[in-house]
């Protein structure tokens, strides 16, 4: 399930759908492109913030399919890029990191102070996920424009998800991170050549290779294993304050189904965690589409949001 999704052509987002798209400046060096999609009325609807996983970006196959169901339950979405992600290297000359939550938090409050959208979800998948996890921890209940957080796969404990994704048996998960981040890498270098040295690419072989070399020193850590550890949104789950659906699956090749059974989920009540048998990571394709699409995930989220938040009929 992993891999199927990656096979199955989705077609791209309705012609009927509009988009916008804008820029978002995080710090003062540091700016993300989102592609908004606004009801007619958007102060009067409900918005959903998608953020993507590790190399993807806001094209990717679930942010399409996400955005085109919540838009049609009335809901303003925007498609975020982390740092450097959708062809955007340029506009900034740092590194993403799963520790950015900031990012998240600063186009939260611009959404809600600058735009009036009094009613905003963040919705993450794997890397994404721990970002809007460790951003809803991390304000707790002090920014009453937020309504929620829905999260596919994940990642809150980088340290032991990524001794799973350099296993021998995730050598295709690993190969395919470490060429696209590579090659970003060598994107950076040209860009800002004073800043980053694509030689130790050379000897890179795992995640955390790059993470170690590139990542961690970038972000201001002190290595891989440190990055790790702060990242890691495990550590305020516990704070979240707003409704929240964790979804991941129990044969999820490098998110242990494990690293969730932490009093933080057990005991807050505001969290949900649902964890199927099969899914893979951030697949979850289903055979029987009476009830929507092959993509559960995608339905899940969508009805987990809905029943939490009074959507109008969008007006057209």
């Not at 791209?12 to 978002?24: C, K, N, S």
């Not at 649902?274 to 009830?291: K, L, S, W, Y």
Request: one cysteine or more.
């Amino acid at each position: 399930m992993t891999l199927f999704p990656r096979f199955w052509a989705r077609p791209g987002l309705p012609p009927d759908i509009p988009i916008e798209a804008r820029i978002f400046t995080v710090t003062p060096e540091a700016q993300l492109l989102a592609y908004c999609h606004w009801q007619s009325a958007p102060k009067r609807c409900p918005t959903l913030i998608l953020v993507h996983g590790l190399e993807g970006c806001s094209e990717s196959h679930y942010m399409l399919g996400m955005t085109d169901k919540a838009w049609r339950r009335g809901f303003n979405i925007v498609r975020l890029n982390q740092r450097n992600c959708g062809g955007t290297e340029h506009l900034t000359p740092t590194l993403y990191n799963n520790g950015m939550s900031g990012d998240v938090r600063t186009v939260l409050v611009e959404l809600a102070a600058c735009d009036g959208l009094g009613s905003i979800w963040l919705g993450g998948y794997s890397m994404g996920g721990n970002l809007v996890l460790k951003a809803a921890g991390e304000m707790g209940g002090s920014n009453p424009a937020l309504k929620g957080v829905v999260a596919v796969c994940p990642n809150i404990d980088p340290a032991v998800c990524t001794a799973a994704l350099i296993q021998p048996r995730n050598w295709i998960y690993n190969l395919h991170f470490v060429r696209s981040l590579k090659a970003r890498l060598r994107r950076k270098a040209r860009l800002f050549p004073d800043r980053f040295d694509p030689a130790p690419l050379a000897g890179i072989r795992t995640l955390l290779d790059f993470d170690e070399a590139y990542t961690a020193p970038d972000g201001g850590y002190r290595n891989a294993a440190d990055y790790y550890e702060q990242a890691g949104s495990r550590h305020v789950l516990g704070s979240i304050a707003v409704p929240t659906l964790i979804l991941t699956a129990q044969d999820d090749p490098f998110i242990p189904y494990w690293i969730f059974d932490i009093p933080a989920v057990r005991m807050n009540s505001m969290i949900r965690f649902e964890a199927p048998v099969h899914g893979g990571h951030c697949g979850f394709i289903q055979r029987d589409c009476t009830e929507g699409d092959r993509y559960w995930a995608e339905n899940r989220l969508l009805d987990f949001i809905t029943a939490a938040t009074d959507v109008p009929r969008p007006a057209r």
